[in-house]
């Protein structure tokens, strides 16, 4: 079973960057299919925010590209996301999450809170 541990969220003025990590607690991160962030604002659906798979390709909502990177360490078994020019719009919990077989997301982190004041 793939456990995910989420680090980095907090409070940031609008314009501001954070980063989030999450670390994978199996052996080899490459084995699995595709690594992703998703966010969840009160009142909102869920939603994709990024994702990379194994191959190192990457696909990002339209509301973060630009703005947002994500990458993954496989020696450090690591998934981040940079976000830059943060803004108000972009405060949620954010969830990483373990796609194995490329069938959708196995597993999910418990979340870090990410909130921007204006």
């Known amino acids: 079973q793939v456990q995910l541990v989420e680090s980095g969220g907090g409070l940031v003025q609008a314009g501001g960057s954070l980063r989030l990590s999450c670390v994978v607690s199996?052996?080899?991160?490459?084995?699995?299919?595709?690594m992703g962030w998703y966010r969840q604002a009160p009142g909102k659906q869920r939603e994709l925010v990024a994702r990379?798979?194994?191959?190192?390709?990457?696909n990002y909502a339209d509301s973060v590209k630009d703005r947002f990177t994500i990458s993954r360490d496989n020696v450090k078994n690591t998934v981040l996301l940079q976000m830059n020019s943060l803004k108000r719009e972009d405060t949620a919990v954010y969830y990483c999450t373990a796609d194995l077989y490329n069938t959708g997301p196995t597993s999910w982190g418990q979340g870090t809170q990410v909130t921007v004041s204006s």
């Open positions: 199996i052996r080899g991160i490459f084995n699995i299919y595709a």
């Open positions: 990379i798979t194994s191959g190192g390709a990457t």
